[in-house]
Every structure is written in structure tokens, then in C-alpha cells.
């Protein structure tokens, strides 16, 4: 028998993050075969055309001319009174909700799931997302006592699933009287799927429905860390609108991350932003998570605050970053869009992709696949329902290469 000193609550099976072993793999193949001979689809950051991290110069320009006090000083627990500001604007650009809006800085996007998990859901609740989903949810749930119910994310059509949806979130309210449910859209991790503006509608639909009852408390996460890689232009934005108005006993919470669109990942940035057409729905989340903030990490990476609000507050640091992100924004558009044709061309079937770090192929044995694949020096990722493909890792000459491996992979399982 091993012996354990850890609380029953703090006992997880002994094992590393399965993502973090397929790369490691990857990493050895490349060593013994050479870079340009193996594809690393294993990634979760943007890479370029050599395999080096993306590291964007307009960003890390302004971090290493900020003055060594603005680098070392705590921020201020709820994050910079200018840094909150400012994050709202990045977030929503144009299509700011008509709305009482509260924000507060979180050590990147995970930091605000957390908030939303911890403040708005009872031990032992469930928290419904689709059935395609970002494994550190379910982490994070677990972590304290919840636990994840899913719905189907898409339908026959190879659109969002809104019967499933309504279905989940439906019976969720009636057993629970409360509902968690995280919508990761635009560029969903793992599919690269975005929910269309009438998809949105239909989701306010369901909702507004169950808010007839006012003793529901129904509450919306939406998970962006990807937004900033989506759409062409804002469009992928227009949806945060749709927030104005809503029923008093519906709590929207955007999940923001600085780690994507500003190359930050370890810096550690983002923020919660609580959307609510009552002003005291809005203070009550402001305040919690004000609280649960300071229980648990205090408060955030003060630098990280200081180069978002450099950059929104000098049009001209604003449009040499925005350059920047589209150049990138661009090249992973131009390889995703290499690797959907290719797989249409080899008839490989892959999920729905419309923007973002991901996709993924549909298999019921993901992990055979991932290990048939590393024997034509390809890494991807196996998740339950499928394997992941990171196009934010692979060049443009690769995605399109990578399908036929992929397909001819497959059949041989067969
Ligand atoms: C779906 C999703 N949400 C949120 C995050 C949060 O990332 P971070 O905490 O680095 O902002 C990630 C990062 O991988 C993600 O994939």
C-alpha cells in the first residue's frame, strides 16, 4: 500500500497531463529524425514555419521598456483600475453590451473558468458543456467537488446542436435549480467550431425560456481565449450585443485570455467579465470574485496589465499590434484552410472547423490512431472522441501534407 499524506478531497490517480506525453514523443522523433522530418500537431501555441514559439514583437517591445516597478509592484486585487478598463474594450471592441458590466483580472482564461465554477455552482452540481470540450473544465470541476454533464455540440448538419442543448440545460435547471454551462465559441477547442449569431440567438432562446421561472439562476460562461485568432475582421465579436437586456436571473461571464492574442501564455493574464441587466447581479460578481481571487492567488501578473493598457491607450502601439495579430491571424487561417481542403480531397472526415488553434478528426479509437500516426512521425493529440490536430503548430506546407498520412493512417486500423 503507498502511503499518502494528502486529504481524500486532494487524491488524483498519478499521472501527467497525456498532452504533455504525446509531446514529449514528438520532441524525441525530431531529435533522432530531424525537424523537417516529423509533423508536431501536439502544441497548443502558435509556431512558426521552424517549430519556434510566435513571440509577437509588438508585445514584448512594450513589456521590456516598462519601467522595473511596473514589472515587480502587486497589482491592485481586482487588477489595474486601467487595465480593467481597457480590458473590457479589447474584449468587446465595438459590441460592447448594452448592460451592468463588472470585470476583474484572472491569471489568464483558467483563472476566470475557475471563478465562474467556484462562485456559481453548489458542491456536487454538474456544469453542462458539449461533448467536444477543453479537459482542464472537467479538471478544474473535479478540482472542487462538481462534475461535468455534456450535450451534443453538433447535429446531423454539422451545426450547433441546439435540441441537445435545450435537453441538457433544461433537465440541469429542473434538478438543480441552477445552471453552469460553458460555451467555448468563437474557435472552440478542440474543433475550431464557432456558433454562428443565429446559433447564439437560439442559446439566449433556451435560456430566456427557463428564466420565465424567477427562482432559476441561469449563468452563461463564454470561454474566448481564442477570440482574438477569429473571423476575418470583428465579425466573430457581434455576438457580445446580444448580452443587452437579457433577464435579470441570467448571468453572462466572459472568460478573456491574454495568453492567444498576445502571446503571453506564461505570463499569466485575462479577466472575468460579469455582464448583467441588474447592477446588483453585477456587484454581487464583482465582489465574489474579488474574494475567491484573493484566496487563491492573490492577485495578477502586474506586467501583463500594464502592456494591455500601454497598447489600447497609444493608437500607434494599438496599430502596430493589431498589424501584427493579423499577419498571424492570417497564416493560420492560410493553414487551416490547407488542411480542411486536403482533408476534403483524401475524403478524410474532420469536425466543422471555422476558426482557431484546432481541429479535429472523429474516431472511436483515438489513442490507436495517435500511435499509428507517430509511425509516420506525425503527433496529434487523442481525446475521447476523436484526435486533435493543432494547425497553430504545423506550417501551411504540412497541413496540406497531413491529411492523406491521416487517412491512409486510418484505414489501416480498419
Ligand atoms: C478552451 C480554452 N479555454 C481557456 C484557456 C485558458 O488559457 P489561459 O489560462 O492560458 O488563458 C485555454 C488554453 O489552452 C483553452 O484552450
Known amino acids: 500500500m503507498e502511503l499518502r499524506m494528502t486529504a481524500k478531497h486532494a487524491q488524483w490517480p498519478r499521472e501527467n497531463d497525456p498532452i504533455f506525453a504525446i509531446a514529449g514523443r514528438a520532441k524525441e522523433a525530431q531529435d533522432k529524425f530531424g525537424k523537417d522530418k516529423v509533423i508536431d500537431a501536439t502544441i497548443g501555441a502558435l509556431v512558426d514555419d521552424e517549430g519556434a514559439l510566435i513571440c509577437m ?11 522595473n516597478a511596473k514589472i515587480a509592484a502587486y497589482a491592485a486585487l481586482a487588477g489595474q483600475p486601467d487595465f480593467l478598463k481597457d480590458v473590457e474594450k479589447a474584449c468587446f471592441r465595438e459590441f460592447r453590451p448594452d448592460a451592468h458590466i463588472r470585470t476583474v483580472a484572472t491569471p489568464g482564461g483558467t483563472g476566470a473558468v475557475k471563478h465562474a465554477v467556484w462562485g456559481y455552482t453548489n458542491p456536487g452540481d454538474k456544469i453542462l458543456v458539449s461533448d467536444w470540450f477543453w479537459s482542464a473544465y472537467s479538471t478544474i470541476a473535479g478540482d472542487v467537488g462538481r462534475s461535468l454533464t455534456h450535450h451534443r455540440l453538433f447535429n446531423e448538419k454539422g451545426g450547433f446542436n441546439i435540441e441537445s442543448f435545450k435537453e441538457s440545460f433544461d433537465a440541469l435547471a429542473d434538478e438543480q435549480g441552477r445552471v453552469l454551462t460553458i460555451i467555448n465559441s468563437p474557435a472552440q477547442n ?3 467550431y464557432s456558433l454562428s449569431d443565429e446559433e447564439w440567438d437560439q442559446v439566449l432562446e433556451v435560456m430566456k425560456a427557463k428564466a420565465q421561472d424567477s427562482e432559476k439562476r441561469l449563468i452563461l460562461f463564454v470561454d474566448t481565449a481564442y477570440i482574438d485568432f477569429a473571423g476575418e475582421g470583428m465579425e466573430r465579436r457581434a455576438f457580445f450585443r446580444k448580452f443587452s437586456g437579457l433577464p435579470e436571473n441570467i448571468l453572462v461571464i466572459v472568460g478573456y485570455s491574454m495568453s492567444k492574442g498576445y502571446t503571453m501564455y506564461g505570463l499569466r493574464s485575462g479577466a472575468a467579465i460579469g ?6 447581479v453585477a456587484e454581487d460578481f464583482y465582489y465574489a470574485c474579488l474574494h475567491a481571487g484573493r484566496a487563491n492567488w492573490s492577485n495578477g501578473t502586474r506586467c501583463a496589465m500594464e502592456v494591455m493598457s500601454e497598447i489600447e491607450n497609444d493608437p500607434a502601439k494599438l496599430e502596430v499590434y493589431s498589424k501584427e495579430l ?7 487561417r492560410a493553414r487551416a484552410a490547407a488542411f480542411v481542403k486536403a482533408s476534403a480531397e483524401v475524403g478524410l472526415e474532420i469536425l466543422p472547423y471555422r476558426d482557431g488553434f484546432f481541429t479535429s478528426i472523429p474516431h472511436e479509437n483515438p489513442k490507436a490512431v495517435v500511435e499509428k500516426l507517430t509511425e509516420y512521425n506525425i503527433f496529434a493529440v487523442p481525446l475521447k472522441m476523436g484526435v486533435r490536430f493543432a494547425v497553430c503548430a504545423v506550417s501551411e506546407e504540412n497541413c496540406a501534407k497531413a491529411p492523406v498520412i491521416i487517412k491512409k493512417a486510418i484505414d489501416e486500423l480498419k
Open 190 to 192: 478542440p474543433t475550431g
Open 275 to 280: 455582464i448583467s441587466s441588474n447592477e446588483d
Open 57 to 67: 514583437e509588438s508585445v514584448y517591445g512594450v513589456l521590456k521598456n516598462l519601467p
Open 326 to 332: 493579423l499577419k498571424y491571424k492570417n497564416m493560420l
